[in-house]
């Protein structure tokens, strides 16, 4: 049984014209009923009474010492004039009926300015209501206090499949294989949806299985990305891997939306990347944090036409995904004699956005070998950049490789 102040500073009590109510008797029942209540002296219980007389300020006592009522449940409270008025139930000052207690659960929980809630809020009703917007409230099996499920939550949980001090890991350890690790994450029943961070630890993806822990449909694809989502059972508190070829929306933290989410799991977050190649077996590749590395670049576009003055759009979907941030690679131009100078050029559109370019002059010899390199290039136009360079032989070997990307 949990004992709760009748207010959290000691209560006086005084007539209409501010005189303190010296000897009158404070009286509690149960809420909407004529059944007295005890009061006891503080949260322990330890000591209780029928009633408590009022000092001379108008301050209730248990003998002398001032003291805040305690009670243990909702209730109507009452002030009698004298003990002999209280006894008998007859004659009160004043009474207050249906009165919740400070510590009991509330229906319908209204905050209309800011508050701060330092302990556990607990809610048994259907609602709440934030900022003039009802928030339905939802049972929950994991370790918050309560669930919301409208903008409240999205407004103030972390971004969905975000891991703490960014150590999550992904490493290609097999051809249908990949380790995952990290200290915790977020995950979310929907984009805007209820919230929960899990603590880490380890997975094992395997792709050539369906279900928790492997594809969420179907067989390994050929030249394919597969997004690997952190899946989380409430009921059970389980957590799990899941990977499906189907993207999220690009530029957000997505959660699974495809159909085949294991049973009883409800809450997701985007974690990983993985591309398999022609055979249907993951590209050897490291994830650290948000960003994936290959551990052979990808040559996007081989032979590229020489003399490309301005800056012209060139294709990377071998290597990027639809929902890729940014890329980092190299531009790489091998020369034949002739050129005296060359420059070469990358950025995000044709306007020069988050331009990087490398200018040299070069050897009247053949076979040298001119990089721009490039790193966190912004994606623009979804698996899109632009190169320049002014080359003007016609035997020169140009290519664009892509060695890494941020999602």
């Not at 009452?78 to 004659?91: F, H, K």
């Not at 890991?169 to 990949?178: D, L, P, R, S, Y």
Request: hydrophobic share 40%; with cysteine.
């Amino acid at each position: 049984m949990s004992w709760f102040p009748l207010s959290y500073t000691v209560p006086q009590y005084v007539d209409p014209n501010g005189v303190p109510y010296s000897g009158a008797v404070l009286k509690a029942y149960e809420a909407g009923t004529s059944t007295p209540t005890n009061m006891a002296t503080d949260y322990t219980g330890g000591t209780t009474a029928a009633s408590f007389a009022l000092n001379a300020s108008g301050f209730p006592v248990n003998g002398s010492a001032v003291i805040i009522p305690h009670i243990d449940r909702d209730f109507k409270l009452a002030l009698y004039p004298t003990q002999t008025a209280a006894d008998a139930n007859s004659g009160a000052i004043w009474t207050v009926d249906n009165i919740k207690s400070i510590g009991a659960t509330f229906g319908d929980l209204v905050v209309t300015g800011s508050e701060s809630i330092a302990g556990a809020l607990v809610v048994s009703g259907a609602s709440f209501l934030y900022g003039g917007a009802t928030v339905p409230v939802e049972n929950s099996d994991d370790n918050s206090s309560f669930a919301a499920s409208t903008s409240f939550v999205a407004g103030h949980a972390p971004i969905t499949g975000v891991s703490s001090n960014s150590d999550l890991g992904i490493k290609v350890t097999g051809n249908t294989t990949a380790t995952i690790a990290f200290s915790e994450v977020t995950l979310k029943t929907a984009l805007g949806g209820q919230s929960v961070t899990v603590s880490g630890g380890s997975h094992t993806l395997d792709i050539s299985t369906t279900g928790a822990g492997g594809l969420d449909t179907g067989s390994p694809a050929n030249n394919t990305f597969y997004y690997v989502y952190e899946i989380y059972d409430p009921a059970t508190q389980t957590k799990n891997v899941l990977a499906t070829a189907t993207p999220g929306s690009r530029r957000t933290e997505g959660v699974y939306n495809g159909a085949n989410m294991p049973a009883g799991y409800t809450q997701s977050g985007l974690i990983g990347i993985l591309l398999t190649n022609g055979s249907a077996h993951f590209l050897q590749s490291t994830q650290i944090g948000r960003e994936v590395f290959y551990q052979t670049g990808i040559a996007c576009v081989t032979n590229l036409t020489p003399l490309v003055a301005s800056l012209t759009t060139k294709s990377i979907a071998a290597a990027v995904p639809p929902m890729a941030s940014s890329a980092s690679g190299f531009l790489s131009v091998n020369t034949y004699s002739g050129v005296a100078s060359l420059a070469l050029s990358v950025a995000a559109d044709a306007t020069g956005l988050g331009l990087q370019n490398t200018t040299s002059g070069i050897p009247t010899s053949s076979g040298i070998v001119i990089r721009c390199p490039f790193r966190h290039l912004p994606m623009d136009t979804a698996q899109t950049m632009f190169v320049a360079y002014t080359d003007t032989q016609t035997g020169t070997t140009n290519s664009l490789t892509i060695d890494s990307f941020t999602f």
